[in-house]
Each structure stands twice: as structure tokens, then as C-alpha cells.
């Protein structure tokens, strides 16, 4: 009698590279709310502060840095006070910081998960992304208490603030995607972006305005610190919230945009490559 081998069902990635990718992302966007909230409910499970914390890190970091660039070094921020001129680039920062903090090493978290039971590999890092908005709305009302309390009025451009939060989380994915496909064979970059996150701070203009650091650098070569898409994005906030500056400077804007989107695209091309073998990686 001849023996029958039992039935295998394989699933595995839809074809299509990166329009095939964001197709069927979009086709699971349900599971993406739910790995969203459920990354919220493991940051702060068993922890005594809780959802605090993404208030107390950036208001201890704006403290630090008033003594150090306002109280010390008299740092002259346009006549904006200067914990507040500070929160308001901390907010997007930190956005962007833990967006990318969590979704690079996202894969690696879900190990378990990802063994088990087929679905669009790309919601596990995009779900860390979405999830760190809570945080960032938390932090956004500690920053209007601040304005509040020092006498800042919100500028017309507040409406187009959601643009450049947009613009922070786009580029927190744009990176992450690609440390969180680089980590599944390589887990030396799960210590690569800490410290890639520290320098990338004092690099972004977070503590001072921008107008500092330019004007020390050639005019042939500004286009360089450009390139940081973070630059766009925290001047673009500012602008948005008390128009600091006489205009946004949509060159930094374009230019951090356009960044944005070319590394997005290829990292989302390379993250399809290595998706079919992710689970024998991890």
C-alpha cells in the first residue's frame, strides 16, 4: 500500500516588491492597531510611573539643557523663553527617538510571534512607530501648560503641525526598517543605534536654533546639514507653533522630505528581500 505524505500548507510573502509590500500591509491594517497597543501595554507593564515616563524624560532633559545653554552659555532663542523654545524640540525628538529605538530592534522582540504565525513582517516595526504617539500626545499637553504659563501664543501655523509630526514618524520608519532588517542577521546594530541616537541628537538642532550652527558652516557645504531629515522636521515644528523664524525654511523642509522618501523606498525594498528568511535568521 503506498504511503501518503501529509498535506503542507506554506504561506509566505505576496510578490509585488514595494508596491506588493504595502498592498498587503494595508490589507492586514487591523493587526496593526492591535501590535500597536499591544507594544504600549509590555513598555509600561510592571512599572510604577507608567505612561509618566514620556513626560518626565523630555521635561528632565529640558531642565539640563536650560542650565546648560540658557543659565550658562545665555543662548539667545529669538525672544521665545527657553524651556519652551527647548520642549518644543524635544517633543518631536523624542518622537522620533523612541519611533526608532523600538522599531529597529522590533524583530527581535517578537521572535516568538513571528515563528508561529504568518502576516506582513513590516506591521512589527511600523507598530512600534504608530505606538509611540501616545507618548508624544502625553508630552504635547505638557508643552501648551509651558506655553501657557510663560505667555507664548500658538501661531497661525499650528495647522500644519501634523505635517511635520507625519514627517518625524516617516523618518523614525525610513531608519528603522532598515536596523531592523540589518539586525535579524546582524545584532551588532542593537548597540549601532543608541549611540548612532546620542551623536544624532547633538547634531539635530533640539537644544539651539539652527541659525547657530549654520553660520558656521561654508555656504558651499550647508547642503550637508540638510541631509539630517531631522533638521526639517524641528524647524518645520517650531515654525508651525510660534514662528520663530520669518518662514519654515522650506529648503531644509524639501530637502528632509526627499530624504526621507529615497531611504524609505530602498529600505522597504531591502526589508521585502530579506523578509522571505527572516525566520530562519532569527
Same mark, same amino acid.
Given at each position: 500500500?503506498?504511503? %501518503?505524505?501529509?498535506?503542507?500548507?506554506?504561506?509566505?510573502?505576496?510578490?509585488?516588491?514595494?508596491?506588493?509590500?504595502? /498592498?498587503?500591509?494595508?490589507?492586514?491594517?487591523?493587526?496593526?492597531?492591535?501590535?500597536?497597543?499591544?507594544?504600549?501595554?509590555?513598555?509600561?507593564?510592571? %512599572?510604577?510611573?507608567?505612561?509618566?515616563?514620556?513626560?518626565?524624560?523630555?521635561?528632565? @532633559?529640558?531642565?539640563?539643557?536650560?542650565?546648560?545653554?540658557?543659565?550658562?552659555?545665555?543662548?539667545? @532663542?529669538?525672544? /521665545?523663553?527657553?524651556?519652551?523654545?527647548?520642549?518644543?524640540?524635544?517633543?518631536?525628538w523624542t518622537l522620533f527617538q523612541s519611533a526608532l529605538g523600538q522599531s529597529s530592534s522590533s524583530l527581535l522582540r517578537q521572535t516568538s510571534l513571528l515563528s508561529k504565525v504568518y502576516f506582513p513582517r513590516?506591521?512589527?516595526?511600523?507598530?512600534?512607530?504608530?505606538?509611540?504617539?501616545?507618548?508624544?500626545?502625553?508630552?504635547?499637553?505638557?508643552?501648551?501648560?509651558?506655553?501657557?504659563?510663560?505667555?507664548?501664543?500658538?501661531?497661525?501655523?499650528?495647522?500644519?503641525?501634523?505635517?511635520?509630526v507625519l514627517l518625524a514618524l516617516a523618518s523614525a520608519l525610513a531608519v528603522g526598517v532598515w536596523f531592523a532588517a540589518l539586525s535579524v542577521k546582524y545584532r551588532d546594530f542593537r548597540y549601532v543605534v543608541?549611540?548612532?541616537?546620542?551623536?544624532?541628537?547633538?547634531?539635530?538642532?533640539?537644544?539651539?536654533?539652527?541659525?547657530?550652527? /549654520?553660520?558656521? /558652516?561654508?555656504?558651499? *557645504?550647508?547642503?550637508?546639514?540638510?541631509?539630517?531629515?531631522? %533638521?526639517?522636521?524641528?524647524?518645520?515644528?517650531?515654525?508651525?507653533?510660534?514662528?520663530?523664524?520669518?518662514?519654515?525654511?522650506?529648503?531644509?523642509?524639501?530637502?528632509?522630505?526627499?530624504?526621507?522618501?529615497?531611504?524609505?523606498? *530602498?529600505?522597504?525594498?531591502?526589508?521585502?528581500?530579506?523578509?522571505? %528568511?527572516?525566520?530562519?535568521?532569527?
Amino acid at each position: 500500500m503506498k504511503r %501518503t505524505r501529509p498535506l503542507e500548507t506554506v504561506i509566505s510573502p505576496g510578490r509585488g516588491g514595494l508596491l506588493g509590500s504595502i /498592498i498587503e500591509s494595508w490589507r492586514y491594517r487591523e493587526l496593526l492597531y492591535f501590535l500597536a497597543w499591544r507594544d504600549v501595554k509590555v513598555r509600561y507593564k510592571q %512599572t510604577v510611573m507608567g505612561a509618566a515616563w514620556a513626560i518626565i524624560q523630555p521635561l528632565a @532633559t529640558m531642565v539640563i539643557f536650560t542650565l546648560i545653554f540658557s543659565r550658562m552659555m545665555k543662548l539667545s @532663542t529669538e525672544g /521665545i523663553p527657553y524651556p519652551v523654545f527647548a520642549f518644543a524640540g524635544l517633543l518631536p525628538w523624542t518622537l522620533f527617538q523612541s519611533a526608532l529605538g523600538q522599531s529597529s530592534s522590533s524583530l527581535l522582540r517578537q521572535t516568538s510571534l513571528l515563528s508561529k504565525v504568518y502576516f506582513p513582517r513590516l506591521l512589527v516595526p511600523l507598530s512600534s512607530v504608530v505606538s509611540a504617539l501616545l507618548d508624544f500626545g502625553l508630552a504635547l499637553l505638557v508643552l501648551a501648560g509651558l506655553m501657557v504659563w510663560y505667555g507664548v501664543k500658538p501661531s497661525w501655523g499650528l495647522t500644519t503641525l501634523p505635517l511635520f509630526v507625519l514627517l518625524a514618524l516617516a523618518s523614525a520608519l525610513a531608519v528603522g526598517v532598515w536596523f531592523a532588517a540589518l539586525s535579524v542577521k546582524y545584532r551588532d546594530f542593537r548597540y549601532v543605534v543608541p549611540f548612532a541616537l546620542r551623536l544624532w541628537l547633538f547634531l539635530s538642532p533640539v537644544a539651539y536654533p539652527s541659525e547657530k550652527l /549654520i553660520s558656521q /558652516i561654508p555656504p558651499n *557645504c550647508r547642503w550637508i546639514y540638510d541631509l539630517n531629515p531631522m %533638521t526639517g522636521v524641528l524647524d518645520g515644528f517650531r515654525w508651525g507653533l510660534f514662528s520663530a523664524s520669518s518662514s519654515p525654511m522650506p529648503g531644509s523642509v524639501l530637502m528632509s522630505a526627499l530624504v526621507v522618501a529615497v531611504t524609505l523606498a *530602498c529600505g522597504l525594498l531591502y526589508f521585502r528581500r530579506v523578509e522571505r %528568511t527572516m525566520v530562519d535568521l532569527l
